[in-house]
C-alpha cells in the first residue's frame, strides 16, 4: 500500500507539513518518497535573455536545495527516496512523473486560497487533483 509517494516541493517553509506528512507515510508502509521541485519556465517568456537566466539560476538552486532537504530528512528516518528536478509547468511535470514512475499517491501541500487571490494565483495543488487518478493527500499549509 503506497509504496511509491510522490511529494512536490517549491522549498517555502509552508511546504514542511506536507512533506512531514509523506515522511509519515512512507514509514508507516514501508513506501519511497519521489521528492520533486519544478522550474515553472512559462512564466518567463517577456523577460529579457538575462533577466530569465537569473531567475532561472535562482529558480534551480531553490529547487535543488528544496529537494535536497527533502533527501535529507529522509535519511535520518531511514525512507528511501529519489529527487529529480523538473522544468515546465508544474501541475504537468507532476502528473507526468507520477505515470513515468509508479507513483501510487501525491502529497501535496496547499494555501487555502479562495476568491480574486485564488483566481490570481492559480493553484498547482488543485490541477493535479482535477488531472489525476492517482489519491491526493492534500495538506493545508500555514502562511
Known amino acids: ?30 513506501g519511497r518518497i519521489h521528492a520533486v521541485s519544478v522550474v515553472d519556465t512559462r512564466e518567463y517568456s517577456t523577460l529579457s535573455d538575462a533577466k530569465w537566466l537569473t531567475i532561472e539560476r535562482d529558480r534551480t538552486e531553490r529547487g535543488e536545495s528544496a529537494i535536497a532537504d527533502v533527501r535529507k530528512r529522509a535519511d535520518e528516518r531511514g525512507v528511501p527516496v529519489e529527487t529529480e528536478l ?45 488531472n489525476s487518478t492517482l489519491p491526493i493527500l492534500v495538506v493545508r499549509v500555514t502562511a
Open 86 to 130: 523538473l522544468r515546465g509547468i508544474p501541475h504537468e511535470e507532476i502528473l507526468d512523473y507520477a505515470d513515468e514512475n509508479g507513483i501510487e499517491v501525491v502529497v501535496m501541500g496547499t494555501h487555502g486560497r479562495s476568491g480574486v487571490e485564488h483566481f490570481l494565483n492559480g493553484s498547482v495543488t488543485e490541477k493535479v487533483i482535477r
Open 1 to 30: 500500500m503506497y509504496g511509491e509517494i510522490l511529494v512536490p516541493t517549491d522549498g517555502s517553509p509552508e511546504i514542511e507539513d506536507a512533506i512531514a506528512e509523506a515522511l509519515d507515510l512512507a514509514a508507516s508502509t514501508g
